[in-house]
T-cell receptor, first 112, second 113 residues
Framework: TQLLEQSPQFLSIQEGENLTVYCNSSSVFSSLQWYRQEPGEGPVLLVTVVTGGEVKKLKRLTFQFGDARKDSSLHITAAQPGDTGLYLCAGGPNFGNEKLTFGTGTRLTIIP | NAGVMQNPRHLVRRRGQEARLRCSPMKGHSHVYWYRQLPEEGLKFMVYLQKENIIDESGMPKERFSAEFPKEGPSILRIQQVVRGDSAAYFC???????????FGPGTRLTVT
């Protein structure tokens, strides 16, 4: 069974600070997605990483896929209240298996 | 281009009733996935369908749950004789082809009383 562990589970920081959240697995994934989910809504896709060592930037968000494609990180620079939400990593599709395996989530709160 | 549509957004059923959840994928998407998010738990895969075919139902409970994606119309997730433990948010996602990103709908929140 493929598992994705995210850390920290909860994070509360002041506006303007930087933060990093992690997504780790013992399994190799062919690709990994990051989603953000707001209360009462569905997950919204932020980025997909597919190559080991890949780094993608989305404004103040930087996503990295580990060299071995088993882990990923999300770094947010100068956090803003609008960044508040549940951040989910999801592994897959994986080598012909179309289902996504979701991480446990990081609930981020940015305090104005 | 409209996103993934789900209805109803909220559904209340008494124990023993049937629940029908509908999902219309994004235009041009022929692959549909259903996930369930139990309270305080992560999203779990249930079933993957293409038009008129169930491809992978490994995450679906063996009893009371069924899914379809007919040639015409939305995908339907059907739960018969609902129990309190079925209370959850059910999300549908779609993708245009194999091995590509999945885009999620807003979910249906099922409450069983």
């Amino acid at each position: 069974t493929q598992l994705l562990e995210q850390s920290p589970q909860f994070l509360s920081i002041q506006e303007g600070e930087n933060l990093t959240v992690y997504c780790n697995s013992s399994s190799v994934f062919s690709s990994l997605q990051w989603y953000r989910q707001e209360p009462g809504e569905g997950p919204v896709l932020l980025v997909t990483v597919v190559t080991g060592g890949e780094v993608k930037k989305l404004k103040r968000l930087t996503f990295q896929f580990g060299d071995a494609r088993k882990d990923s990180s999300l770094h947010i620079t100068a956090a803003q209240p609008g960044d508040t939400g549940l951040y989910l990593c999801a592994g897959g599709p994986n080598f012909g298996n179309e289902k996504l395996t979701f991480g446990t989530g990081t609930r981020l709160t940015i305090i104005p | 281009n409209a996103g993934v549509m789900q209805n109803p957004r909220h559904l209340v059923r008494r124990r023993g009733q049937e629940a029908r959840l509908r999902c219309s994928p994004m235009k041009g998407h022929s692959h549909v996935y259903w996930y369930r998010q139990l309270p305080e738990e992560g999203l779990k895969f249930m079933v993957y369908l293409q038009k008129e075919n169930i491809i992978d139902e490994s995450g679906m409970p063996k009893e009371r749950f069924s899914a379809e994606f007919p040639k015409e119309g939305p995908s339907i997730l059907r739960i018969q004789q609902v129990v309190r433990g079925d209370s959850a948010a059910y999300f549908c996602a779609s993708s245009p082809r194999l091995g590509t990103e999945q885009y999620f709908g807003p979910g249906t929140r099922l409450t069983v009383t």
